[in-house]
């Protein structure tokens, strides 16, 4: 558990279906967790101790319901998707939609990404100056922590050509309509202070693959 910014937490946890490390992040000011597995040591317990307790959780996208559940369980509260997605959960996994351009919980606005599904999301987080990428973006090296930024590899793609394409194309974008300087990740640790100028540099050389399988 670590606070990569002030009131904004970054922790990583072993995913239990891909068993491979995962990125989670806390905002403290407004109780909002985004794409969350549980602190692997001090499990619900960390959320307890917090000055406002959870009042949100934001996915991503549909993949990264994770341990949403548990906090909404637990503290009653709700948990936000892109809309596109809402058809992956079941009855007992009560998600809200929300559209691109929507203000959620933070103050976090959610922006299209696309490409590698359709409710894949970025989430622009103005209060700390960041913007998150669910899966279009990832980190290769161990756990993701220290290689390059790229996509992942071909075969997790449909249509690796055009993928390829639409995630330039909303990279591009987002550079385009907001200002960040950090870039936090799904899958892969966070870039603080050069986060905006990786992404730049990822777009200028048409993009890479992070990693094989």
């Known amino acids: 558990m670590e606070q990569i910014l002030p009131g904004l937490f970054h922790w990583t946890a072993r995913h239990p279906t891909i068993h491979v490390e995962v990125s989670s992040y806390w905002l403290d000011p407004s109780g909002v967790a985004i794409d969350p597995l549980l602190p692997p040591e001090q499990g619900l317990d960390w959320f307890a101790a917090r000055s406002h307790q959870p009042a949100a959780v934001l996915l991503s ?3 990264h319901y994770r341990h949403a559940g548990l906090l909404a369980e637990r503290y009653d509260c709700p948990v936000y998707c892109d809309r596109l997605g809402l058809h992956e959960f079941s009855a007992d996994q009560p998600v809200q939609g929300f559209a691109v351009g929507q203000q959620l919980p933070g103050g976090v606005l959610a922006y299209e990404m696309g490409a590698i599904c359709p409710d894949d999301t970025a989430l622009f987080l103005p209060a700390f100056d960041a913007l998150l990428i669910a899966d279009g973006v990832v980190l290769g090296g161990p756990h993701g922590q220290h290689g390059l930024l790229g996509f992942v590899p071909d075969s997790l793609m449909d249509d ?3 993928t390829k394409q639409g995630l330039l194309d909303s990279c591009q974008r987002l550079l385009d309509q907001l200002d960040f300087q950090h870039l936090l990740l799904a899958h892969g ?3 603080i202070g ?4 990786l992404l730049e540099e990822l777009v200028e050389v048409g993009g890479r693959t992070a990693f094989e399988m």
């Open 194 to 197: 050069d986060g905006r100028a």
């Open 61 to 63: 996208n549909r993949h």
């Open 160 to 162: 690796p050509p055009g």
């Open 189 to 191: 640790g966070p870039l």
